[in-house]
């Protein structure tokens, strides 16, 4: 049975190779029709030749298509493939290049997998429901232990009655080492989340000189006072984006699963009375990050001696593999002029939520049903680690704005915010707030908006 799909597959491919220009396939039709040969079939060794190669396709009974008659595969020419993948992709609900090409296959001869991967490529339907691809943009890196801190709240409130209400989970990571410091709270106030913060720092016996956190309010407020008060200063990024915060998020990630480890292995969904242990379970693994054991890379000093091989080894890997990740997508990049659309997450805050949350698979919508324009690309200054920003309108000139602390600014874009689309390419007739209510949630009133471009703006 697999030799006979191997074959299968092979006299597939050969007879798709047989018809590589329009001409050729007028030439078999018209052989077909009128027995009359090619110009270029002039002996009679060319003729045999000729008759051979073809002797298995002929024409419908009206005379208009050609087929491979042993398996009923219409030939189909190169200018008319658009037509009939446009025709077939109507039924096939945006299936992938895989089946869609397989579905091709049992109908039609001459389109190639190529043929059908550049088409879907430039379907809007599959555009706007293509997967997430997530990419650190602006790297987080530390130079010495406790310089910074990434800190998030981890939500354990499905387990709330059997660990004391407690509900969250305040994680604090120090970036350098990646040690991890967990204290629980109760509710997701600024007053709780800021306590929670005070005990890790009496703990740590040091204070971080920076701390990165989304703009929540659980970190304004009283807790933003108290890092003030004690000269920590506050790097918000935005809420619900989970790779701008990447080294928590995984590190969450990580608590997570060793919390599932426990619940398995105790028979019950208790967490408060082990919250030391899974932090220093964590803090004593391998991690691959910094290629060592946070707690072997961490210590209350703030500053790394030229002869402390094992924090210097850690500090040269991560550095490594950020150059690494900046290089690798430079392809990807940009220029002014690409039309473009936007991942609906760097739109709405309410498709950002569904991201935070871990259900992606919820966003029915995953990319802007309009079409924009970059505008303006702006490219890191020498010697930052960060990759290029983008500034778009949309195709009548609007520019997306958003709020921000000191006034409205344009919203600026990474590149994995972005699809580039054709040239040609046109809105999909849906309007943004149904792009995003398809995905069970609704605008708001944070959400990116805009207003009409003026160049002298």
Not at 11 to 28: G, K, S
Not at 198 to 211: F, G, L
Request: net charge positive.
């Amino acid at each position: 049975m697999y030799s006979l799909i191997i074959m299968s597959t092979n006299l597939y491919l050969r007879l798709n190779n047989l018809f590589p220009t329009d001409r050729i396939y007028r030439d078999v039709k018209n052989f077909k029709k009128n027995k009359t040969y090619p110009k270029e079939v002039d002996t009679e060794s060319k003729k045999k030749a000729f008759e051979k190669k073809y002797t298995d396709f002929d024409l419908s009974r009206d005379g208009r298509n050609l087929f491979y008659t042993p398996l009923n595969l219409q030939v189909i020419a190169k200018m008319y493939i658009g037509m009939i993948l446009k025709k077939e992709y109507k039924s096939s609900f945006g299936a992938g290049v895989v089946a869609f090409y397989k579905t091709i296959r049992e109908k039609y001869l001459n389109i190639k997998r190529a043929d059908v991967s550049d088409f879907i490529k430039k379907q809007p339907i599959r555009q706007m429901t293509d997967v997430f691809k997530f990419r650190t943009n602006k790297p987080i890196i530390s130079k010495f232990p406790n310089q910074l801190w990434c800190i998030d709240l981890i939500d354990v409130k499905s387990y709330k009655s059997q660990n004391k209400n407690n509900v969250y989970i305040l994680n604090a990571v120090d970036v350098f080492s990646r040690k991890c410091f967990l204290e629980s709270c109760k509710t997701k106030t600024a007053v709780e989340v800021r306590d929670a913060l005070m005990d890790i720092i009496q703990r740590a016996n040091v204070k971080p000189d920076y701390i990165i956190c989304d703009n929540g309010k659980e970190f304004l407020g009283e807790f933003q006072a108290y890092c003030k008060e004690n000269g920590i200063k506050i790097r918000y990024n935005r809420a619900y984006s989970p790779q701008a915060n990447g080294i928590v998020e995984r590190c969450n990630q990580e608590i997570r699963k060793l919390m599932r480890n426990l619940f398995l292995q105790n028979e019950n969904n208790i967490w408060i009375d082990y919250l030391p242990k899974l932090e220093n379970a964590h803090n004593s693994t391998f991690t691959t990050a910094i290629n060592n054991i946070p707690d072997k890379i961490w210590k209350i000093e703030k500053y790394v001696d030229d002869d402390d091989m094992k924090a210097n080894a850690a500090s040269n890997t991560v550095l490594k593999n950020v150059k690494k990740q900046i290089a690798e997508y430079k392809s990807e990049e940009f220029q002014v002029g690409d039309k473009v659309r936007i991942r609906m997450d760097a739109l709405s805050n309410s498709i950002k939520s569904l991201v935070k949350k871990g259900v992606s698979k919820k966003i029915v919508v995953a990319y802007s049903p309009l079409v924009f324009k970059i505008l303006k690309k702006i490219t890191p200054r020498n010697g930052l680690l960060e990759r290029s920003r983008y500034v778009c309108v949309s195709a009548d000139g609007t520019r997306l704005l958003v709020n921000k602390e000191n006034g409205i600014a344009p919203r600026q874009f990474y590149a994995n915010s972005l699809l580039k689309v054709g040239k040609d390419e046109e809105d999909y007739d849906i309007s943004m707030e149904k792009a995003v209510q398809l995905s069970g949630v609704n605008v708001t009133k944070n959400d990116v908006y805009s207003i009409p471009y003026n160049e002298n703006n």
